[in-house]
């Protein structure tokens, strides 16, 4: 929980320092050192976004897009990245299961957490050696990914701290100690279970265990969809001021009229009165433990047309729209950028 909330607020942070770039990105400076450190503040901003998205997978907040995946393609997918990252000394097998294995989890966040996995493994062997990765059946119900290396392993001491966050035996230069924290928690948002089993100088073996979905065809990925050009009124519900400027700035220059709302009451206001307006963009998280998901539940129960858009610094079950609001509503997580909001109108 408090992981959670400690990202939530970093997120806030976060959104500020992106819309100040954004506004220094739109002043157009011909200057060499000011596109040098505007370009160092934002890959600083893009650490820090990954920084937080990593503390709340451990919390297991972020928001996932789950969907049908073939265990065999998506590791196939991601060899080459993987192998690459390695370096030459450390080589990469694999060993694919001779059927299909379909679960559903989000495959980005999967291939996420198995380059971590096999970097964890390439950073704990010494000289030349291995890493497999293996694709298996585990029972009728479920499927595995191993992770296998020939590295020194780990004592009993430090396995049992292996999923703890900002745990690491390596120098504190090397590593966030958040890569083992962040898969544990990804795998058990997906509703799957992580084991390890380790021994000194005779290697690591971490297995990814997920339920298999009850399908027989894979389904196609999304594409996302043509943002719409139409200029639209939208009310905006943010009690951060930095952000509420920030997304302001963000819609009017995508072409969009904003009516700000600087926090649950004067958005309340502004939905009783006259005042027109399509889209509710509201933040979860609102003054005085308000939520901007009452705001929802309003403009649904009035069956209004309005597009709604819900954002948050954090996602969990809690905070993920209902099955009877599926197509009503959209979610955007903290720190988002004008592109994203772009696809959403």
Request: one cysteine or more; a negative charge.
């Amino acid at each position: 929980q408090l992981t959670g909330e400690v990202a939530h607020d970093f997120n806030n942070v976060l959104s500020a320092i992106g819309g100040n770039i954004h506004l220094l990105e739109a002043k157009n400076i011909n200057d060499g050192k000011f596109d040098a450190a505007l370009h160092r503040i934002t890959s600083a901003l893009e650490m820090g976004a990954s920084l937080t998205q990593r503390l709340l997978a451990f919390a297991r907040k972020q928001q996932l897009e789950p969907e049908i995946v073939e265990l065999n393609e998506l590791v196939e997918g991601v060899f080459e990245l993987i192998s690459f990252s390695l370096g030459d000394d450390v080589g990469l097998e694999t060993h694919l299961h001779d059927e299909k294995l379909l679960v559903k989890i989000d495959p980005g966040q999967l291939e996420s957490a198995l380059l971590n996995l096999c970097l964890n493994s390439s950073n704990a062997i010494e000289g030349k050696g291995q890493v497999s990765i293996s694709v298996k059946a585990r029972g009728p119900n479920n499927a595995a990914i191993e992770v296998t290396d020939n590295g020194r392993g780990m004592s009993p001491e430090v396995l049992e701290r292996a999923f703890e966050p900002f745990f690491s035996t390596r120098r504190s230069s090397q590593g966030s100690g958040l890569g083992l924290s962040m898969v544990f928690g990804f795998m058990k948002q997906s509703g799957g279970e992580v084991l390890i089993d380790s021994e000194p100088y005779k290697g690591t073996c971490v297995t990814l265990i997920l339920p298999r979905a009850g399908i027989k065809e894979k389904a196609p990925r999304g594409q996302l969809a043509a943002p719409e050009q139409r200029a639209q009124r939208i009310l905006l519900v943010e009690d951060d001021p930095a952000t509420l400027e920030r997304a302001k700035n963000m819609l009017v220059s995508l072409g969009h009229q904003v009516i700000k709302a600087s926090g649950f009451d004067v958005a309340e206001q502004i939905m009783e009165s006259a005042q027109p307006y399509d889209v509710l963009f509201t933040d979860i998280q609102l003054e005085e433990g308000r939520s901007g998901w009452t705001l929802v539940n309003r403009l649904v129960a009035k069956n209004s047309a309005k597009k709604i858009i819900v954002t948050s610094g954090r996602f969990s079950k809690d905070t993920k729209a209902p099955n009877e609001f599926d197509g009503k509503i959209s979610l955007i997580a903290k720190p988002y950028t004008k592109e994203e909001i772009g696809q959403l109108l």
